[in-house]
């Protein structure tokens, strides 16, 4: 079965560059859109993209001039990066696996298979 | 961006208890709609996608109704390991949003 696996530092000074990977394993990372999601303690979910393995990104317009969602095929894996990090971008992020299901003419798309999370601290 | 409202925000019930949860869409959002279940220290798991449809290996008692702006979620009757915060999720929009979600607590 496909697993997710996120990984990156864990500990940023502010105005750092945040930069994840998320490897996956079991399945091909082809075919399939790709989300970022983050959660700050005791909060609740922020999408923050998403990517196809072709390349096509969508970002959530509140950090669009901040990040870049990226896809290597060939080593299955994506990454995010975050630039001009602050406090405010501390949080468990987790990427997850965006799949699709057809029904009625329409394509619904859902989050089935997610990482484990990764916490990141912006702390000078 | 639209905005997605759950109630209640905290619940408490026992085991054995029907329980719904409510997710309301400040605009119609069709059926695209998911529930994801989340316990302390884990990642979200799926439950319910495109409103009603029960993902694989979910469980029976979990179901899910609703179009347009507002959507529920039920557990027929609760089992110990169903005691997590539940999202609701819009994915008609871009950027996808999250309710704020639900605590199940023990009563």
């Known amino acids: 079965q496909v697993q997710l696996q996120e990984s990156g530092p864990g500990l940023l000074k502010p105005s750092e560059t945040l930069s994840l990977t998320c490897t996956v394993s079991g399945g091909s990372i082809s075919n399939y859109y790709w989300s970022w999601i983050r959660q700050p303690a005791g909060k609740g979910l922020e999408w923050v993209g998403r990517?196809?393995?072709?390349?096509?990104?969508i970002y959530n317009p509140s950090l669009k001039s901040r990040v870049t969602i990226s896809v290597d095929t060939s080593k299955n894996q994506f990454s995010l990066r975050l630039s001009s990090v602050t406090a405010a971008d501390t949080a468990v992020y987790y990427c997850a696996r965006d799949s699709e299901a057809a029904m009625d003419l329409n394509y619904y798309y859902y989050m089935d298979v997610w990482g484990t999370g990764t916490t990141v601290t912006v702390s000078s | 961006d639209i905005q997605m409202t759950q109630s209640p925000s905290s619940l408490s019930a026992s085991v054995g208890d029907r329980v719904t949860i409510t997710c309301r869409a400040s605009?119609?959002?069709?059926?695209?709609l998911n529930w994801y279940q989340q316990k302390p220290g884990k990642a979200p798991e799926l439950l319910i996608y495109a409103a009603s449809s029960l993902q694989s290996g979910v469980p029976s008692r979990f179901s899910g109704s609703g179009s347009g702006t507002d959507f529920t979620l039920t557990i027929s009757s609760l089992q110990p390991e169903d005691f997590a915060t539940y999202y609701c999720q819009q994915s008609y929009f871009t950027p996808r949003t999250f309710g704020q979600g639900t605590k199940l607590e023990i009563k």
């Open positions: 605009q119609s959002i069709s059926s695209y």
């Open positions: 990517i196809h393995a072709s390349g096509r990104t």
